[in-house]
Structure formats: C-alpha cells, structure tokens
C-alpha cells in the first residue's frame, strides 16, 4: 500500500513537471530543439544553426556578443519573484533573491544559481578590461561581471535583459511540488 502511495506521488510530480515544462515552451520556445529548462548538458551548436532558431535581438547579444541598450524593457527594475533561464537554451542561471536594484539599466545579479551555471571569459574588446560571463550549457554570451555588487559576493553580473527568460514563482511553486 505504502509503495502504491509513493507511485502516485511519483507520478503526480512527473505529471506536473512536464505540464509545467510545456507551458514554458509553448512562449516562443516550440521552434527551439536545444531550449531545455532540465537537461545542463553542455551543447554545441553553429552560430548558422542558431541564427535560424533565435530573434535577430537575441542573435545578436547572445552569439555575437552585442549589448542591448541600458533600460531596454523592464526587467532591469523588475522585482517579481521568480526564475531567470538562458533564452537561447532554457539553462537555469539565477533567482530573483539575488536580483539587486542597480541604476546601470541592466539586470544585476550577485550570484547564479549555481556555481557552474555560468562560464567567465577575458574581455578585451572596446580598449577596456572585462570579464564576459556567457550560459554554461549553450556559450552563449550573457553580459559583464565586476566588482561593485553588494553584499556577500559583491559581484555584478551586469546581464542584458534580451538573453534571460522570466518564469514568475507562481508556476515555478507549482512546478516544485
Ligand atoms: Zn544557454
């Protein structure tokens, strides 16, 4: 009886993972064979393959390291609770607790979610010393970290709107359960 009553759960958790999975990919995602909000399995995938996948906004930053505007959208000042993924591919990158309100115009963070989340790269480029931080899983370019965050890390991952994707912590609640 026990094992038929941890079966069920089981099967109600699976149930609502991938009903929450498909309502994810259902905003703009479907023609995205690599966008996976689970799977942190490095991919490689050409910037031709990519091209034909991505809007040309997110084309742009993501593969060829552009930067979006400052103030572009809203999400720079956003305070919703939630979720930021990788728009190219769906790779899980930061929570909105880490989010800090910054006047640069950009999304900031303190801290990804995970330690691996994201890769760190030497930045020459414009006569300045950076250091790009791209998505972990696809390599695709996600904006700058410096040093003039806040407490505990003091870090800035300064991200450009463009290459994240929101899910507010209502549908990720539902998700957990
Ligand atoms: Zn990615």
């Avoid at 009886?1 to 958790?13: G, H």
């Avoid at 703009?28 to 490689?44: C, E």
């Avoid at 870090?155 to 998700?175: G, H, Q, Y």
């Amino acid at each position: 009886m026990k094992s038929l009553y941890y079966f069920t759960s089981l099967l109600l958790i699976c149930t609502t993972t991938v009903f929450g999975q498909q309502q994810k990919s259902n905003k703009g995602h479907s023609n995205n064979p690599y966008y996976s909000t689970t799977d942190t399995n490095h991919i490689k995938v050409s910037n031709a393959q990519w091209k034909k996948i991505l809007s040309p906004n997110l084309y742009a930053v993501a593969r060829l390291q552009s930067t979006e505007n400052a103030f572009a959208g809203k999400m720079w000042k956003s305070e919703t609770k939630g979720t930021y993924y990788c728009a190219a591919c769906g790779n899980i990158l930061f929570k909105s607790m880490a989010k800090f309100a910054s006047t640069c115009g950009w999304p900031s963070f303190f801290e990804p979610i995970r330690v691996n989340s994201v890769n760190y790269k030497e930045d020459n480029s414009y006569d300045m010393h950076r250091t790009e931080v791209t998505c972990a899983r696809c390599d695709s370019h996600l904006g700058h970290i410096f040093d003039d965050g806040p407490p505990p890390t003091h870090k800035r991952f300064c991200m450009n709107a463009v290459s994240l994707d929101f899910e507010p912590e209502t549908t990720a609640k539902i998700k957990a359960k």
